[in-house]
């Protein structure tokens, strides 16, 4: 299993980045798809988590509204739309997927800063 995140940066608070998640090594259409993140001297947390099948989507209540994800199963690839970015969305975000079964797997992450 290999999952690479791209698209982070630095961005001005209120504007907007697409992450990126190219996958492979795993069915990906039949597998449940997360983004997570972490600040420095936090926790990670969820962010939002797309299912495989109909596409079921769930966001963290900080991010509603603001973020949406969504995969393209033809590209093998997950996506999270970050609109009206906040400082407190600073982390490096990662790609999270059990590729079905009870093993978590992750990306190497992508550094996203909200600064002006």
């Known amino acids: 299993v290999q999952l690479v995140e791209s698209g982070g940066g630095l961005v001005q608070p209120g504007g907007s980045l697409r992450l990126s998640c190219a996958a492979s090594?795993?069915?990906?259409?039949?597998?449940?798809m997360s983004w997570y993140r972490q600040a420095p001297g936090k926790e990670r947390e969820l962010v939002a988590l797309?299912?495989?099948?109909?596409?079921?989507?769930n966001y963290a209540d900080s991010v509603k509204g603001r973020f949406t994800i969504s995969r393209d199963n033809a590209k093998n690839t997950v996506y999270l739309q970050m609109n009206s970015l906040k400082p407190e969305d600073t982390a490096v975000y990662y790609c999270?997927?059990?590729?079905?079964?009870?093993?978590?797997?992750w990306g190497q992450g992508t550094q996203v800063t909200v600064s002006s």
């Open positions: 797309i299912s495989s099948g109909f596409g079921r989507t």
């Open positions: 999270n997927t059990n590729a079905g079964g009870y093993v978590a797997y």
């Open positions: 090594g795993f069915t990906f259409s039949r597998s449940a």
